[in-house]
């Protein structure tokens, strides 16, 4: 059945009016575009309904880079679970991607040398990376459970290749967590069973056919009907890390109450971003933000960019200072007069360093408590 190019703008009109940020209209408009192409092979890209349709301009919303401090909290809050935390120290010290970090091979490190050698899925280019101690510790504990041989972490592996958002979950829930934001006032609402089941089912349709569909449904179904967690993963043969992590999904997708027993939820507030177009909120600090924290402190620290490239495996310097270096306000301040000549920083000695550090001592409140600090840090290098 034809469907001629207004019916086709129509459509595409109405997703617009639905509120879908300019993305996911574009990525909604690439595949039906793509769809009609492959399922009329003879149709002319002038008799594709679609093809006159022009992409949306695209709104960009960077990470935000977390503070030293704020990287302390993080480890803190995960220094228990064995399971996320070798992967969050891994982003932490090296820059790499969630997917990088998740299937880090043994043949990619060389623990004598102090150095990781790897190929990044997304670009496809290679990085050398040096070996942080903290990064050695978990490398080393990870060594001796798994004989260094395979993935270097492979419950994190096997977790990412069939639920990926599982990682992203579990990272939120270590941010959250660490950034002390306070708990949810109110609970996901609590929804007949045939409800439930309606809903889970629906969003596990809308996967299609693939491996991690077929999985969650038996995850959901096994949960449903009244299967413990371990029942289920000896039922479907799946990890609790899995089982976890397809349930959560289904209560974020669904909105409603399926995983049982009494939870202290996580408001993830300040991890999200209002957009300016769009229905869902935009991340802004997510495992992501370890890779544009690593290039901030590194350039800040006056890492030579050249390095910080072969690190990240940036191809274009524009790319890393438009969206990775990414300095606060007082550290970009900091950086800026530890690296000026004293003359300038001092202001021709107008005000001491001394007599400066006093009056933001004086003027201190708690409310700017964290970045009086920041400054009287970098007040402590100019002396």
Not at 279 to 289: G, L, N, P, T
Not at 373 to 382: A, D, Y
Request: with cysteine.
């Amino acid at each position: 059945m034809a469907i001629k190019p207004e019916t086709a703008r129509a459509f595409m009109d109405a997703e617009a009016e639905r509120g879908v940020s300019p993305k996911t209209w574009n990525d909604a408009l690439k595949l039906l575009r793509a769809t009609f192409k492959h399922l009329h092979p003879h149709l002319t890209d002038g008799m594709n309904p679609f093809h006159g349709l022009v992409t949306r301009a695209t709104e960009t919303v960077n990470r935000e880079p977390f503070t030293v401090e704020e990287l302390k909290a993080i480890t803190e809050a995960c220094a228990g679970d064995d399971f996320i935390r070798p992967v969050i120290v891994t982003g932490m010290c090296t820059a790499m991607r969630r997917g990088d970090c998740c299937l880090l091979k043994w043949d990619d490190v060389d623990l004598a040398a102090g150095f990781i050698t790897v190929k990044t899925a997304k670009t496809g280019e290679t990085v050398d990376i040096p070996v942080f101690p903290m990064l050695r510790e978990e490398l080393e504990r990870a060594r001796a459970a798994t004989g260094g041989k395979g993935y270097c972490f492979p419950a994190a592996a096997e977790m990412y290749r069939n639920n990926p958002d599982g990682i992203t979950w579990r990272v939120k829930q270590v941010l959250a967590r660490a950034l002390d934001t306070a708990p949810e006032s109110h609970a996901l609402p609590v929804e007949t069973a045939e409800t439930v089941r309606a809903k889970g089912f629906a969003y596990i349709d809308r996967l299609g056919a693939t491996s991690k569909a077929e999985n969650m449904r038996a995850v959901f179904t096994a949960y449903m009907d009244g299967q413990t967690l371990d029942q289920v993963m000896a039922a479907t043969g799946s990890s609790r890390g899995s089982v976890s992590g397809y349930l959560s999904e289904l209560e974020r997708e669904t909105g409603c109450q399926i995983v049982r027993g009494n939870r202290r939820a996580l408001k993830t507030d300040r991890l999200q971003a209002e957009r300016e177009n769009g229905k869902r909120r935009a991340s802004v600090r997510d495992f992501h933000s370890f890779r544009v924290t690593w290039i901030t402190l590194a350039l800040a620290a006056g890492v030579p960019l050249e390095l910080v490239q072969r690190v990240t495996g940036h191809r274009t310097v524009e790319v890393v200072m438009k969206h990775y270096f990414r300095p606060g306000r007082e550290d970009f301040r900091a950086a800026i007069f530890k690296a000026m000549p004293k003359m300038l920083a001092d202001g021709g000695n107008r005000t001491s360093v001394k007599e400066e550090m006093r009056q933001v001592l004086d003027a201190m409140t708690p409310k700017t408590c964290k970045s009086d600090r920041t400054r009287l840090l970098g007040l402590l290098e100019r002396i």
